[in-house]
Each structure stands twice: as C-alpha cells, then as structure tokens.
C-alpha cells in the first residue's frame, strides 16, 4: 500500500507522457503532432518536479523560521527544458506553417502522397 | 488536504490529455492545450515550484498558445481521421510506458526527504547561498550563478529560435498607416488594451528586478513584456504595433541580450577569473554576485522579450487578410 | 588568459559571433564572419587537442564554483579528437559555402543561415568538451535546433518535411535523454559526469538505472541514426543545402556517437553497459543491419546525395560495430573510422554540391560524361570513393583494417566477411556514378557546364589529400584514436 501511495504520482505522470507520445507517433496531422510533442515535454518536466518535493516543505525562498526546502536543482532544470521546449514548438509550428504554403496540406499522408508524385 | 489537490489536478490533466489526442478540431485542441499547460503550472505551485510554474505558465499558457492559435488560423481547423490503424504506434508506446513503470519501482517514494536528491549537491545550494551569494531565492542562485552557464546555453535556444524563425517565415512590414481591423468592434479590447498596457510592462519589469527575492527573473520577464505588445498588437492591427517596436530593433535587442550575457563571462575571465566567475566582477565577492546576476538576467530578459516579439512578428505577419 | 582559459573560450567565440553575425546587414560581412570564427576554432582546437594530448584530460570550472556543485569542462583525448574533427569540417566548409550558399538560397536567408550554422557549430563543440550530463543535453538542443532550420533552407519543398520529420524524431530522442538524465538525478543527486560515475556503481542494480540506460541508449540512437531510427536522416541529408549536407554528415552524428561513448564507458561504465545490460550484442545486431541493408539500399538509388545518405547510414554502421565490440581495440577502430569518414564524406558531399551548382541536378542520369566538363571535381569524388570502399593507401583502409583486425581478436570472424561484402556493395554504387560521368557519352547541352570554382574545389581537394596523406602514414591518428580510447575503456579489466 504504502508503495502505491509513494509512487501513483509517477504512474500517472507516466500515462500523461504516454498520452502525448502517443499524439505524435500515431497522429497525422501535424500541429497535433508538435502539441503531442508540447504533452509529452511537458508531462516530463512533472515528473521531474515531483521528485524534488520534499514533504513538509516549501518553495526554495530562503526565509527566518523555515528549516525544509524544496529542492532546488530540478527547478532550474525544468526551467532551462521548459524554454527549450517552446523554442522546439515555435520552429515546428514555423516549419507548419511554410508546408502548408508548399502544399496545401498539413496532414502527413497526403504530404506523402504529393512527395511521391514529385 | 495537498494530497486531494494534487490528486484532483493529476485528474484533470488526463482528462485533458485524452480529450487533446481524441479531439478533430485543432482550435479545441489548441484552447485544450492551453488548459494543461495551466493546470501543470497549478500542479508545480502545489510541488513547491514557484519559478517554475511563472514560467510554466507565462511560456506555456501564454506564448505557446498564441503560437499554436496563429498556426492553426494560417492552416486548418479541422484535423483528418487517420487513415492507419495505430496498432504499431500503441505497442511501442505501451512498451515505453512499462518500461518507464518498471523504472519507477525502486524509485525513491514521493515526498521522501531522505531520498538522494534531497541530499549532495541541493543540500549545498540551500545552505550556502545566504552566505556565498547573497540572495533569497535559491532557484535565481543556481541558475544564475551556479549553473549560470546552462543559462546562457538557454539563453542561445532562445536566440537560435528567433532566428530560425526568421529563417523560415521572415517577416512582412505592414503599411504604416494601416488602422488594423473594424474600428467598432474592437472598442472594448482596445479601451482595456490601453489600460492594461502600462501596467503589463511595469509587472514585467518587477518580476525581472524581484527575480532574487521571489519567483521570477529575466524569462518570466521578458516573456511578460513581449505579451504586453503582443496585446497591443492585437488590439491596433500590426502595423502599429510595428510602428512602437520596428523589427530593426528586435533584431537587434535579441543579439545585445545575448552578447550582454556573454560579455559578462568574458569580462571575469579578463579580470583574472574563469569564464563567468562573478566573484571577482567587484570588491566584495557578494557584490560581485549581485552584479552578475543582476547584468545576466537584464540580457536574458531583453533576449526573450525580443525573440517571443520576433516570433510573433513573423507568424501573423503571414496572414494574407491582416486581422490578427 | 588564453591558454588558461582555452576549453571555455572553444565554445564561447563562436557562441558570441552567432549573435554578431546576426547583427550584420550584408551577407559578404556574415560569411566573413562566420569564416573567421571558424578558422579562430580550428586554431583553438589544434591548441587543446595539443594540449590534451601533453598533459593529460583538461579541467575547467566555469564560474570557479568547485565540481558537482558548477559545470565543468572536461576535455580528455577523445573528446579533443571530436573537436578537432568538428573545427576541421567547418573551417573547410565554410570557405566553399560562398558560392554555394549564394546559388541554393534565397538572398534574404544568406545572413541567417551563417548565424544558424555559426549555432549549430557551438552546439556541436559544447557538446564534446563538457564534463556535465544537462550542460550536454542544453547544447544537444543548440546544435540540434540550428540544424532543423539549416535543414530547411533547402531550395525545394521537401526540405521542409525533412527538416518537420528530423525535428520531431530529434525531439523525441531528446526528451529521452532528459529522462535519462532525471532519473540518474533522482538516483544519484549529481549532474556532474564524473561524479556520476563515481556513485553509479553503489546503485547500478536498480530498476531505475537500467530504464535509464536504456531511454539513454535509444534517445542517443535517434540522433546518431543507428538502424532502425535512422529513417530521418536520408531525406534530411537529400533535402538540405549541399553545404549544410557536408557539414553535417561529417558532425552530427559523429558527436552522438561520441555521446554514446561517454555514456556508456565514462557515466554508466564498461561493466554496467555491457556485462550487466549486454548492449554490445544489441549493439552488434543493430550495426550489422545498419551496414547490410543501407548499403543494399544504396545500390539502387538515382539520387547520388540519398544515395550518399544511406552510404553513411551504412558507415555508422561500421563505428558502432567497433564500439560493440567492446574491446579497447575495437573502440579505437570506431574512433579510427569516425575521424577517418567524417573526411571522407565531406569531401564527397563537397564534390556533389558542385556538381549541384553547375549542372543544377544530382541524379546520376543527367550527370552522363561529365567528367569531360568537371574533371577535378569528380577526381575528387573518385578518390572519396575508392576511400569509402577501402582501398589501400585510402584512409578508408586503414579504418576497415584496423576494425577488421579488431573484429578477429575479439572471435568474431564474420564479422570480418561482413566488412569485405559491404565494401563491394560500396564499389557497387560509386561505380555507378563513375560510369555514368566518364563512360556515358554526353547529352546535348553537357558542353556548357563548366568546372567548380577554386574555393568549392580547394576544400574537398584538401580533403582528399588529408585522406590520402592518412592512408600512407596514419601514425598520429591511430595514436589519437587509440589514447582516446584508453581513457574511455580505462577501467576495463
């Protein structure tokens, strides 16, 4: 018991990660191809957050009178993958963009089928 | 009473995700989108992780969504049904999912303070930042000094974003005195547009100077101020918003906020230091933290205001019929 | 201040000539800059590799904060050999990308494409001199973004959906990656590498560090396109801007291979990786795949740059072969034929972008007797083939005899059969492009194409010539790939 209450927080974060990889791989629309990717990304950096908490804790602002932090380093971590994330998704919805001006369509099997004709 | 909260979010953000892959019209998926972001931020106030869930919610409600909108309005709403049957994409995507479960058994329990993150190298960030560095928020400690060169790394995403962006969409002035879209409609936007305006700028400029004293710092900032024109933008039509900022000078705050941070670093390696020691940026090692810092976060604050700028130069400026 | 600073400074000039690039107007001043920065990094590189190779691995903490609690520069042989061959490739590249750039872009793109590749290269060095696991994973996405867009700026549409299907596939890998790198945080409470290595031992029997090695181990496979995820990279090397094709062919994945390398024998150690987690016979498996079937592949492409994108899939083959064999040997044959590709692919990529620029197509049916018209340029790219098959006093022999050699002490003679089929089937696909240039008779208007110009020749020739010079005497690079090697397996028993 004491097991499934010390680790549903991951199990479900992990079916969250799954959700959106699932959105990229088997999606064939593009934009809901980089949102899946933005899910998934996202779903990661809570998993990584949620190791960092310490139970009885608070935020990392050191202040007179509390002794249990949170843990720092994964925050900085998650900020720095967090900017990373949205520099992935502004030039993934930027190449969209110029696909659908090439040709005509976002959608990954008529691009094929347009390719294949070239 | 944290538990249920925590448990109450993690719900939500499922139904969102299942409800993200099922859904056909891509507005949907993208205001969906926009709600998940949001309860994540919700769900790292909930863990303690205040900077991040600003940011969070700030790049991935805000930015993101914008982006994602401005998209799917220069593309389609409505997403095919696909003509494949999923079954290799769900098998490899179980096999992922179980391996990461199987991972997670000899995981330390959530929560768990003795657990080895909590110990090493944190516990020494927590305890010596008062002394070494000097201000309050451990988070700004760590990524500005500590690990202030991971920063500048971000930064340079950051940068090489805008740039690709640039690359790839470029950008189109529009006519000087176009007064954007129907003047009546727009009353309301624009009243409160105008009211709001200064007051998003002033937020921003608070979170990027109270970065060391609580949540914040130079990528909230810069992303609070780049929302604050794209309000603008969006209430007066571009063109003016191109008049108040011309794409000349976001060219250049997005290379200054850069070359600001790095010549930081080159500064304390020209004083005898290694490559962004802020020790030795002054008299008083502390002081010279302070200084660091403060200089760090002022570049990356005018690299992000400019690239989320550039950003969205470029994808409404695409539009054919400018409305946006 | 230099020399004490060097490992920082390899990475931060061209970090900050990105920007002033960015900041020049006109596109001669941006490929003026981009082609001093990296002249100023191959400089650097010869220094530090000079250096590594007198006083042993080099240490450097940035902002002077002791290690684990800052990021530490860590540069040892065989991270000094990637950056030698990185700053190498592009100071050649670059020269030769005046003309080419100018004939396959746009005019507006041309400044920002020099500031994309001057990222791509920051990324790229940052990624082989840092001694800390998120510092890599920052810089994999420096290089990896810049690469989608440099991807991109091909001249036709498909470039685009190349440059989509890289990014989402390099995404996924990446977030691997970063799930690597949190659970060995989450077990562990280091970042640093080395330190990582120090505590891994203690915790290695868990679950947590095997699902670790393993999201580390396909993460890294995406981006060095081990088969079967190789499947982006064909189009993105076909697509992309010829210069763009060189550069990366002879970079990006040599670093993830290297990336690899440090993984597994530095952080997770020999032992773990392949005692415990057998990944040298799925390594081995997956190799000798990549080389049969890419090769086979090959064969049958019109398309002499997909045709050459497949070959490197193939190649990559090779490199990881050696690796999996596990052996010091085997690692400095991997490190041998890496170095040793990374020239010769360029060069060929060089040649067939001139080739691009003057007859504007690479299909091998158009290219009928034109080595009339261009003799250096398929002089040049003869002599890169007989290279990549293998033929003596090539630098593409000694790399396949030293990982044939390496194959048999380690037991595995068909391994050995495997290497001699694949190189026929290499003479198989560059004989057809030889035949098609010199023993077709010409179409019609083949007589107006001229040869490349001096500085798209001067580069691949200089190429050429490094891989014939090795070929002869290849005495310091063994020594390199080998020292670079023992430092890696050094904790083998």
């Known amino acids: 018991m004491s097991e499934l209450l010390g680790h549903y927080n991951y199990w479900i974060v992990i079916v969250l990660m799954m959700t959106g990889f ?27 957050i949620s190791m960092a908490k310490i139970e009885g804790g608070t935020a990392p602002i050191i202040e007179a009178g509390i002794s249990v932090y949170s843990n720092p380093l994964p925050h900085v971590l998650i900020l720095t993958a967090i900017v990373v994330s949205l520099a992935t998704t502004a030039l993934g919805l930027a190449l969209v963009v110029r696909i659908r001006q090439a040709y005509g369509t976002i959608d990954e099997d008529d691009i094929q089928v347009q390719d294949e004709e070239d | 009473m944290e538990y249920l909260i925590d448990i109450v979010l993690l719900g939500l953000l499922m139904i969102t995700g299942f409800a993200i ?15 998940y972001s949001l309860l994540s931020a919700s769900l790292f106030v909930v863990l303690d992780a205040v900077d991040v869930a600003l940011t969070e919610a700030a790049i991935g409600a805000g930015i993101s969504t914008i982006l994602l909108l401005a998209a799917v309005a220069l593309t389609t709403d409505e997403e095919q049904a696909p003509r494949h049957t999923p079954l290799l994409p769900l098998i490899v995507v179980i096999t992922t999912g179980a391996a990461l479960i199987y991972g997670t058994v000899d995981m330390p329990h959530y929560g768990d303070p003795a657990s080895p993150v909590h110990r090493h190298v944190a516990a020494t960030y927590l305890h010596d930042t008062p002394g070494e560095i000097g201000v309050p928020n451990v988070v700004t400690s760590v990524l500005a000094s500590y690990r202030g060169y991971d920063t500048l790394g971000e930064v340079t995403v950051i940068f090489t974003a805008g740039a690709g962006v640039l690359a790839l969409l470029g950008y189109r002035t529009r006519r000087r005195n176009s007064r954007g879209p129907g003047n009546r409609k727009l009353v309301v936007l624009r009243v409160i547009a105008k009211l709001f305006f200064p007051l998003i700028l002033l937020f921003a400029l608070y979170i990027q100077f109270h970065g060391d004293y609580g949540p914040g710092g130079g990528f909230q900032a810069g992303v609070i101020f780049a929302t604050g024109f794209i309000l603008y933008a969006l209430a007066f039509g571009l063109g003016n918003a191109q008049r108040v900022i011309p794409h000349r000078m976001l060219h250049i705050m997005m290379a200054v906020g850069v070359l600001i941070y790095a010549s930081v670093g080159i500064e304390s390696m020209l004083l005898g230091g290694k490559f962004l020691e802020y020790r030795v940026l002054a008299e008083d090692p502390v002081t010279g933290q302070h200084l660091g810092i403060m200089l760090i976060e002022l570049g990356v604050g005018i690299t992000v205001a400019a690239v989320m700028l550039i950003i969205y130069y470029g994808f409404v400026s695409q539009q054919r019929s400018g409305d946006m | 201040m230099l020399l004490s600073n060097l490992p920082a400074l390899q990475v931060i000039i061209p970090l900050v000539s990105a920007p002033l690039c960015m900041l020049l107007r006109n596109p001669r ?10 002249w100023l990094v191959l400089g650097m590189a010869v220094m530090l590799a000079q250096r590594v190779y007198t006083a042993g691995t080099l240490s450097y903490a940035i902002g002077a904060w002791a290690t684990p609690w800052g990021i530490e520069y860590r540069v040892d042989m065989a991270g000094a050999l990637m950056v030698l061959v990185i700053a190498i490739i592009g100071a050649l590249v670059m020269p030769y990308a005046w003309h080419s750039i100018q004939e396959e872009l746009h005019k507006k793109q041309t400044g920002l494409f020099y500031t994309c590749y001057l990222l791509c290269l920051t990324g790229l060095l940052g990624i082989v001199v840092t001694g800390d696991a998120f510092n890599l994973f920052v810089f994999l996405e420096i290089s990896s973004l810049s690469s989608y867009v440099l991807i991109s700026l091909g001249s036709k549409r498909r470039a685009l959906t190349a440059a989509y299907q890289y990014l989402v596939m390099g995404t996924i890998g990446a977030t691997f990656i970063l799930i690597s790198i949190g659970l060995l945080y989450m077990i562990t409470g280091t970042l640093n590498m080395a330190d990582l290595a120090q505590r891994l031992p203690d915790v290695a029997d868990t679950r947590t560090i095997r699902v670790a090695f393993a999201f ?10 081990l088969f079967p995820l190789h499947i982006w990279l064909p189009n993105a090397y076909t697509f992309a801007p010829s210069v763009v094709t060189a550069f990366m062919a002879a970079t990006a994945t040599k670093v993830g291979v290297y990336v690899l390398l440090r993984f597994f024998f530095t952080v997770f150690g020999f032992h773990f990786s392949f005692v415990a987690m057998h990944v040298g016979e799925i390594l081995m498996l997956l190799a000798v795949a990549a080389i049969l079937v890419a090769s086979l592949v090959a064969v049958f492409q019109d398309n002499v740059k997909r045709m050459l994108a497949y070959s490197s899939v193939a190649q990559i083959g090779y490199i990881i072969l050696g690796i999996s064999l596990a052996s010091a040997a085997g690692v400095s044959a991997g490190m041998l034929h890496l170095f040793n590709h990374a020239l010769i692919k360029c060069a060929l990529f060089l040649a067939i972008g001139s080739i ?10 158009n290219m009928h007797g034109l080595a009339r018209q261009m003799p250096w340029t398929m002089a040049a790219f003869v002599a890169g083939g007989l290279s990549l098959i293998g033929i003596p006093l090539t630098a593409g022999f000694i790399s396949k005899w030293y990982l044939v050699s390496a194959a048999l002490t380690a037991g595995y003679w068909p391994l050995a059969v495997l290497v001699l089929v694949s190189s026929l089937l290499a003479l198989i696909y560059i004989w057809r492009v030889v035949e098609a240039a010199y023993f077709h008779v010409p179409a019609a208007d083949m007589h107006r ?5 001096a500085s798209m020749l001067i580069p691949a020739w200089l190429l050429i010539g490094a891989n014939i010079y090795i070929g002869i005497d290849a005495g310091l690079i063994i020594n390199i790939a080998q020292q670079g090697a023992a430092v890696l397996v050094g904790q083998m028993p």
């Open chain 1, 22 to 48: 699932y959105t990229v791989i088997a999606r064939p629309n593009l934009i809901k191809k980089i949102i899946g990717l933005f899910i998934f990304q996202t779903s990661v950096f809570i998993l990584f």
């Open chain 3, 29 to 38: 001043h941006a490929w003026a800059c981009a082609l001093f920065t990296s």
């Open chain 3, 449 to 453: 194409v001229r040869e490349a110009p």
């Open chain 3, 356 to 365: 691009y620029l003057r007859l504007g197509s690479v299909e091998i049916h």
């Open chain 3, 216 to 225: 580390m181990t396909v993460g890294v496979s995406i981006k060095l396109a």
């Open chain 2, 21 to 35: 892959v099922r859904m056909r019209s891509l507005l949907a998926v993208a205001m969906l989108t926009s709600i």
